[in-house]
C-alpha cells in the first residue's frame, strides 16, 4: 500500500474526456483533493481564477495551488504571485522555479514540494 497517491490531470480542469464527461467530472467522483498548478505566464490570472472558480463549483475541495516558473523572462512576476496569494483563498503549496538546464522535471519539481504534498490527507472512507 502506498503512503500517498497522486492523480496527475491532463491539461486543465475542464478537459473533455468523453462527449459527455469532463476531468472535473473525474475529480469528483474519485473524492481526492484537488491541487491546481499555474503556469507562470503571460494570462496566468486570468486562467487561475477561472480555474479557482470551476473547481470551487464543484463538490471537490481545493487543497492547494502551485505555481510553476514557465517563462523565465515573465515580466512582473513577484506582482502576479502577489495577486495569487491575495485572491486565492487555498493555501500556496510552492513555487517550482523554471528548470535548470539538464535538470529532470519530475524529480525537480517532487524535491521542491514532497513537503508540501505529503501534508495533504484524505479520508479514505470518503472514497467508497
Known amino acids: 500500500m502506498a503512503d500517498a497517491v497522486v492523480v496527475e490531470g491532463v491539461g486543465g480542469f475542464r478537459v473533455p474526456l468523453s462527449t459527455q464527461r469532463d476531468s472535473a467530472d473525474l ?26 472558480d470551476a473547481i470551487l463549483s464543484r463538490p471537490v475541495r481545493l ?6 516558473g514557465i517563462d523565465p523572462q515573465m515580466e512582473h512576476l513577484e506582482e502576479n504571485l502577489s495577486f ?11 513555487v517550482i522555479p523554471p528548470l535548470p538546464a539538464g535538470e529532470n522535471q519530475a524529480l525537480f519539481a517532487a524535491k521542491i514540494l514532497a513537503p508540501a504534498i505529503s501534508s495533504l490527507t484524505i479520508n479514505a472512507s470518503t472514497l467508497s
Do not use: F
Open 63 to 68: 487543497a492547494g495551488w502551485i505555481a510553476s
Open 84 to 94: 495569487l496569494h491575495k485572491h486565492i483563498t487555498a493555501p500556496c503549496l510552492g
Open 27 to 52: 475529480a469528483q467522483q474519485l473524492g481526492l483533493p484537488v491541487v491546481m498548478v499555474v503556469g507562470l505566464r503571460l494570462g496566468c490570472l486570468n486562467h487561475a481564477l477561472l480555474s479557482v
